[in-house]
């Protein structure tokens, strides 16, 4: 396959929302030293680079965007392409604070790990007496789940779903379930719609799209919902 034709394949990945596949044919394009190296297609190439980068992004792997970020605005400053400047430099905006993100994400992970070293019924324990239990159950499990502990995850995030439902804390009861997911990737469908019918319930937009994104990453298409159905 000819670079003209990788390039190709890799814009259309991308325009179908498989980025991890077009980063790769982006990156193949990309690598061609000719292609990297002719003056008459320096746009072309720089543009090649940022839809590269936006890959790397849309694929959940922002670090690896900043080169490609780097050789597209070298490229477009010494062709004085201010739009393509701007845009460029929209998109090192995004991959940074979604490398911030990735930074705090792996922060609260630690946390929560740390957290699930400790007795469950130890942390609960220390909570004061209004503090919502669930929300630490939650955390524990999560910690547990990321330190190869499942069946003590499923555990903790079983009662944590159980404690929110008497409690009416609608929010942990749909992270509970959504934990539930992960740690029991076979029964993720389950979960998920148990997730989604809590938060359709509880009308709120931060839950589902919540609940939307961990189906997403867990591969589960939930069914869409009637509109026209009785929801009693």
Not at 12 to 39: H, I, N, S, V
Not at 44 to 62: E, H, K, N, V
Not at 122 to 139: F, I, N
Not at 180 to 188: C, D, G, V
């Amino acid at each position: 396959m000819t670079t003209t034709e990788t390039l190709a394949q890799g814009v259309q990945a991308l325009r179908d929302g498989r980025a991890t596949e077009a980063a790769r044919l982006l990156a193949e394009a990309c690598a061609d030293p000719d292609f990297a190296t002719a003056p008459e297609v320096r746009d072309l190439y720089a543009r090649a680079c940022s839809l590269q980068a936006q890959a790397l992004l849309l694929a959940g792997q922002p670090s690896k965007a900043r080169k490609p970020l780097r050789v597209a605005l070298d490229l477009l400053e010494a062709l004085h392409d201010e739009e393509g400047l701007r845009k460029v430099r929209e998109l090192e905006r995004e991959v940074g604070e979604a490398m911030a993100e990735d930074f705090a994400a792996m922060a609260r992970r630690r946390e929560q790990i740390a957290l699930s070293r400790r007795s469950l019924s130890e942390v609960l324990a220390e909570l004061p007496a209004h503090a919502p239990r669930a929300e630490a159950m939650v955390k524990w499990s999560l910690g547990a789940l990321a330190d190869g502990r499942a069946d003590q995850a499923i555990d903790a995030a079983t009662r944590a779903v159980a404690e929110a439902a008497s409690r009416g804390d609608v929010k942990h009861q749909v992270l509970a379930h959504i934990a539930l997911a992960s740690a029991e990737p076979e029964r993720a469908s389950a979960h998920l719609e148990a997730a989604r019918s809590c938060a359709d319930g509880a009308d709120d937009f931060n839950l589902v799209g919540a609940v939307a994104r961990a189906a997403e990453q867990a591969g589960v298409q939930l069914p869409i919902p009637d509109p026209l159905s009785d929801p009693a």
